[in-house]
């Protein structure tokens, strides 16, 4: 079972962000997340190794599958990060399986064996070059994903008929 600050510091490390250690002097330590946190005596037989990111990716890689629909949202993403977006963010090749595996990893930690679609909220914290893009990644995705919530709601409501 992954907790939660082991999810953030799975996040952090997917995203290429470093995870930030307890303070010593007791004070309040923020991850790279901005999220501020109390220091806490954790028990180190509890906290998550390199071999658990490590086997926790490598399961999820293997066992989650990623539909075409999703793939085609990626893909529709990249393009207007490249065309609509001032300047324009380049996505990598490399940068897209790594996110890839990110939504993979968030789909087999809650139990799923697909990725969907609200998966690609994750990308709002790994694709942006500017911390503005964040918002103009996020604005978009829930763009598109509620066109297609309407659609399928159109959809139903037809099929029901």
Request: charged fraction near 20%; charge should be negative.
């Amino acid at each position: 079972q992954v907790t939660v600050s082991g999810l953030t510091q799975m996040l952090d490390y997917y995203a290429g962000n470093s995870y930030d250690e307890e303070v010593d002097n007791g004070s309040s330590s923020s991850s790279s997340t901005g999220v501020r946190t109390g220091a806490m005596q954790v028990d180190p037989s509890a906290r998550l190794t390199m071999d658990d990111f490590q086997h926790t990716r490598t399961a999820a890689v293997s066992s989650v599958r990623v539909p075409q629909h999703v793939i085609q949202l990626l893909a529709d993403l990249r393009s207007y990060l490249q065309e609509k977006i001032e300047p324009p963010v380049y996505v990598s090749d490399r940068r897209l399986v790594k996110a890839v595996a990110l939504m993979q990893v968030a789909a087999y930690c809650n139990g799923r064996d697909t990725v969907t679609e609200y998966d690609c909220l994750l990308l709002e914290h790994v694709l942006w070059q500017q911390p503005e893009h964040a918002a103009k990644i996020n604005d978009w995705l829930l763009s598109q994903l509620a066109v297609d919530d309407g659609m399928k709601q159109v959809c139903m409501y037809v099929v029901c008929q």
